[in-house]
């Protein structure tokens, strides 16, 4: 008697579900290039480049290649729910492949296909779009990936990351993911996504979390609570990189750029203390990067004889 | 002879840096063959987004062999160094030529193959390639010596004639083998030999268009095609054709259509909208509306071309919502209560907000009206400026800064301002450039003159004068622009005269300022008296009784202005800065300008150098008509008989009767002048000079009384003319001259030995300078 399976997974339909649209991305990046498929980062942050499996494993020379959906937290974009297009918490998926492969191009096009985008269908196009985030200290080289004229996807050569050379370059995919959902699914407002085959929209997932969230985002949120959150996040970065456990330093400058959006959507820093602001948030986000780096290096230096960060 | 063929293929060349690269792409290449002394009878360069290609047709088997020579031993080395030379060398003793006391060999190198020539010139140009911005990638880049290019190169095609060119570039495969259309071809192509006809074809059969300029003439003219087939007409648009040919290998422009409901918006935000965020062309109906379709260029021989045209409708529908909600959003609020918002935008940090900037702009706009410089409506002028910087806070301009003015214009118009006051708001940035219209509408040059004068005078005031290539806050632009509407609207007022009010009315906001901070209690900087030279003197203007205000425990608790018109307690602030640099930057700028105008610039400082011309209508005027006059044969004669006579009077050292005082025989020729004893003496000796010169006491020979009688029919008359501002008739007074002082240097002996004789024809040749002087500063005009 044979065993029969317990279970068999269904066929993805990832024209008309988002989650099989995820999972087809996780089943494709899962056989593509070894990488490991995470889960999200569990902090607030606004975009997956801050997930440490980005920012902080674009460092040294150890090669990595993971996949996982990010979700982020952009306040300002809220739009209480009614606009088809403007979300103030929305999916991103990253694909980061160190060191960046040669056909990394023909994977990221295949990985289209796999969910259902047809390049002689589509226009797809590489149009040029280089990247930069102060508050990192990192820069990159790329394009923003069109699909008949919409952006899909941000792709970048990753040069720089707190500050250091990358050696070697890492590329980044980011994909996001309702807008790409949107148009494969002929779909003009986000909230008539079918979140799954068996008709739950994404309207019922989160409207309502849009609703109240843009209501505390720009109307609520006790700004005297934010403001101290913001100053105790910097002091336990501090503290943290004093102990030399970067990585929590980091968490902690994660947190303080976060609160410094919430702040941003209340309105109450002005345009003279926002550049302020910033410079303490990229100064956190840097320090931890560095002394990360700098922690690292003799492992690395161990592993990859000849190698140094600078 | 053979040719070469050379592909760089690599992932997408951003479209800007297309062009750049095809131009570096030959600089190198060129400057490799220079090197070796050879060159390509004929050489082509391509560009695609993934890849570059050249294909230099001619070139010479080898290079020709050249002499070199060889640097020996020195002379008296042991001869066991020196046959060890000879030796490797296979050379004769005797073949050894000394110089400083070292041996020098002349050999022949031969001449090097050109597949060498070409090796080098390959790897040497991936290396030494020049991209705007490059990058490393791949497993190299493990090392930050590893290879840049503006994105990774992925290949390279090197073909001499029919064979693939040795050549390393680390990493990258170098053979025979080329790629075709991304999507519509598969495999790679096998190219047999480096011939263009060979190259374009077998990759137009795998959808690839090489030549950069045939994508950009089947966009162009398949685009206006599609627009035509619709009964529209295609706005055309030189740099999105090129942007779209440095987007795709396989052009093909599609026209579609999005809700006739967006054109509500205004049309210049449509056209920005689908220009910049999608790179799509707009057009017009037959009426010259713009219509609500759009051009895309895809990169593919679409399977439905509706699929690809209602996908790229959704986006620009979605960008023109963004739009239309910040048209809409923007109208709730009034431009007065956006522009509250621009004292929170600095200007410079020397010259306050944009909100001091507006402040100093509208009472010069008032006060250019109330001066009766421009024909408009005081109180309109100063509403205009005070509104004219308020878009710049707007969600619109935010998004599409080249909108600033216009949109101002709009929601003006929307809110049912004045038209000329919309007008004024919209135009007051022109002209921009030096293709761009000239405002003539009285508020609108007003407000552009005002805004324009401000920015020049305060950026001068604060020692920020544009410095050889160095304009960073586009000074000359700025002047160009006060120029161009002063002459162009005959505008009759003095430059100097503006520039003195634009700093007037920039002490005066200080003040205001400095009041209203110590009415508040704060404290900041005054802004421009900071820099000690513009005193707002607020002692001055209370002791004046242009404001009044009393002190309490250190504190301003209570102020007022007078019942004066703001802009003329701002007219009686007298700035204490030079005029002369901006004059001088200005001058500058008009010679350039005029240059091009076929205005020579001599001839302007000639006029110039008169002084006191400080209105740029007449000062032209009186140029044109000397350009006019010195180009006849009359005015160059004249011009020559100007300068002998002005180089007689230098090298005679003649001073005029007054200069003959130092004849008394004291040392010091002033000695005597302030004595008051001697005063009478002089004064009296002084007068019988006079009388002497204008009574000559000898009688003239017939070609000097010939000058004077010409000098004084025309000396009065030009002095008239020019008086009139009748500069032709100015110069047809002075072209009289021109025959007595030719006849006058032929016949008369200046240096006569009479002392009499020779102070009355030095001081009718005096005269004769003076009179021509009067017209314009002869001795600048060149030639």
């Given at each position: 008697m044979s065993a029969a399976p317990l279970f068999t997974p269904p066929a993805r339909d990832p024209s008309r579900s988002f989650q099989d649209m995820i999972l087809t991305l996780h089943d494709f990046w899962s056989a593509h290039a070894g990488c490991v498929i995470l889960q999200p980062y569990d902090m607030r942050m606004g975009a997956g480049t801050f997930h440490t499996a980005t920012t902080l494993r674009a460092l040294g020379p150890e090669p990595w290649n993971a996949a996982f959906v990010q979700p982020c937290r952009?306040?300002?974009?809220?739009?209480y729910g009614e606009n088809p297009n403007r979300l103030q918490h929305y999916y991103q998926y990253q694909v980061i492949l160190k060191p960046s492969p040669s056909d990394i191009q023909e994977l990221y096009l295949k990985s289209l296909a796999a969910i259902g985008i047809d390049p002689l269908a589509h226009d797809i196009r590489f149009v040029e779009d280089d990247w930069e985030s102060p508050t990192l200290g990192a820069w990159g080289l790329g394009w923003e990936v069109w699909c008949d004229g919409m952006e899909v996807t941000q792709f970048t050569y990753f040069q720089q990351m707190g500050g250091f050379d990358c050696k070697p370059v890492a590329g980044e995919l980011t994909y996001g993911l309702e807008r790409l959902a949107m148009y494969i699914q002929g779909?003009?407002?986000?909230?008539?996504?079918?979140?799954?085959?068996?008709?739950?929209?994404y309207g019922e997932v989160f409207l309502e979390n849009e609703r109240q969230m843009s209501k505390w985002n720009f109307e609520v949120a006790n700004t005297d609570a934010l403001f101290d959150l913001f100053a105790k996040a910097e002091a336990e970065c501090r503290n943290a990189l004093a102990a030399g456990v970067p990585i929590a330093a980091y968490e902690q400058a994660v947190e303080a750029s976060h609160v410094f959006n919430l702040l941003q959507a209340r309105g109450v820093i002005s345009v003279q203390e926002r550049a302020s602001y910033m410079g303490r948030v990229r100064d956190l986000a840097r320090s931890s990067c560095e002394a990360y780096a700098e922690k690292m290096t003799p492992e690395w230096q161990a592993k990859y004889p000849g190698w140094s960060l600078v | 002879m053979a040719d070469f063929l050379l592909e760089l293929r690599c992932e997408e060349i951003p479209a800007r840096m297309q062009a750049g690269a095809r131009v570096e792409l030959e600089k190198l290449f060129r400057k490799q063959l220079d090197a070796d002394g050879i060159s390509a009878e004929d050489l082509t360069i391509w560009s695609t987004p993934r890849r570059l290609a050249l294909i230099a047709r001619g070139l010479p088997l080898e290079t020709e062999a050249t002499s070199v020579e060889v640097k020996g031993p020195r002379v008296g080395a042991p001869d066991q160094a020196i046959n060890g030379f000879l030796g490797r060398y296979l050379?004769?003793?005797?073949e050894l030529v000394e110089r400083n006391g070292i041996y020098f060999l002349e050999r022949l190198a031969a001449g090097r193959p050109i597949s060498r020539v070409l090796q080098e010139a390959v790897e040497t140009l991936v290396r030494d390639f020049s991209w705007p911005k490059s990058m490393r990638w791949g497993e190299a880049s493990v090392s930050t010596d590893s290879l840049r290019w503006v994105r990774p190169l992925s290949g390279i095609v090197a073909l001499l004639d029919g064979d693939v060119l040795e050549c390393d570039v680390p990493g990258v495969p170098v053979g025979r083998e080329t790629y075709g259309h991304r999507f519509h071809s598969s495999g790679p192509i096998v190219l047999h030999h480096a011939d263009k006809a060979h190259y374009l074809s077998l990759l137009a059969a795998e959808k690839v268009i090489v030549d950069h300029d045939s994508r950009a003439a089947i966009i162009r003219e398949g685009a206006a095609k599609v627009a035509a087939d619709a009964g529209l007409m295609l706005v055309a648009d030189e740099g999105l054709v090129i942007e779209n040919a440095g987007l795709t290998e396989w052009p093909v422009p599609l026209l579609g259509r999005f809700d006739e409901?967006?054109?509500?918006?205004p049309p210049e935000v449509i056209q920005l909208t689908a220009r910049v965020n999608q790179k799509y062309f707009v057009c017009e109906d037959a009426q010259g509306k713009l219509a609500n379709a759009f051009v895309c260029t895809a990169n593919i021989a679409p399977i439905d071309a509706a699929v690809v045209v209602d996908g790229n409708r959704k986006v620009l529908a979605a960008r023109l919502s963004d739009a239309r909600f910040f048209w809409e959003q923007d109208q709730k609020t009034p431009l007065a209560e956006h522009a509250k918002k621009l004292a929170r935008i600095t200007f410079h940090e020397k010259l306050g907000t944009v909100a001091d900037k507006v402040e100093r702009v509208a009472l010069m706009a008032r006060g250019l009206c109330e001066e009766g410089v421009v024909a408009g409506d005081p109180d309109l002028a100063e509403q205009a400026a005070r509104l004219a910087k308020a878009d710049l806070v707007t969600e619109m301009v935010g998004e599409f800064p080249e909108l600033q003015g216009l949109m101002g214009g709009y929601y003006a118009a929307k809110e049912g301002l004045p038209q000329e006051v919309a007008e004024a708001i919209r135009d007051h940035y022109k002209p921009v450039g030096q293709g761009d219209d000239v405002p003539t509408a009285p508020l609108s040059v007003a407000v552009s003159l005002a805004d324009k004068l401000d920015t020049i005078a305060c950026f001068f005031a604060i020692d920020e004068a544009p410095t050889g290539s160095k304009d960073p806050f586009a000074l000359r632009r700025a002047a160009l622009g006060v120029i161009r509407l002063i002459v162009e609207n005959d505008l009759r007022v003095s430059l100097k005269g503006l520039i003195t009010c634009a700093w007037s009315y920039a002490a005066f906001v200080d003040m205001v300022n400095e009041i209203r901070r110590l009415q508040s209690g704060t404290t900041g900087p005054l802004l421009l008296s900071h820099v000690g030279r513009l005193q707002p003197h607020l002692g001055f203007a209370a002791k004046s009784d242009l404001v009044s205000y009393r002190q309490v425990d250190g504190k301003v608790d209570n102020w007022s202005f007078s019942a004066m018109p703001w802009h003329q307690i701002a007219n009686s602030i007298a700035p204490t800065i030079d005029p002369a640099p901006v004059i001088g930057f200005f001058l500058d700028r008009l010679k350039v300008q005029q240059r091009e105008a076929g205005v020579r610039h001599d001839l302007i400082d000639a006029v110039f150098a008169l002084g006191g011309e400080h209105n740029l209508v007449r000062l032209l005027a009186r140029v044109h008509a000397l350009q006019a006059f010195v180009t006849t044969e009359d005015g160059a004669n004249l011009l020559a008989g100007y300068k002998r006579a002005a180089n007689i009077l230098k090298k005679e050292d003649w001073r005029g009767i007054e200069g003959e005082i130092s004849l008394t025989g004291e040392e010091d020729p002033l000695s005597g002048v302030d004595d008051p004893d001697l005063a009478p003496v002089i004064a009296a000796k002084m007068a019988e000079r006079h009388a002497a010169a204008e009574h000559l006491s000898y009688t003239p020979e017939p070609a000097e009384k010939a000058l004077i009688d010409a000098l004084d029919a025309a000396a009065p008359r030009a002095a008239e003319a020019v008086a009139a501002e009748r500069f032709s008739d100015a110069m047809a007074a002075l072209a009289t001259l021109r025959a007595p002082i030719d006849r006058f240097f032929e016949e008369v002996t200046v240096n006569a030995e009479e002392a009499n004789k020779r102070a009355a024809r030095l001081t009718l040749l005096a005269r004769f300078r003076d009179a021509v002087h009067r017209v314009a500063d002869f001795s600048r005009i060149e030639g």
């Open positions: 952009r306040p300002t974009d809220g739009r779909v003009d407002n986000v909230y008539d996504l079918a979140f799954n085959s068996a008709g739950v929209t | 050379a004769k003793q005797e409901g967006f054109l509500d918006v």
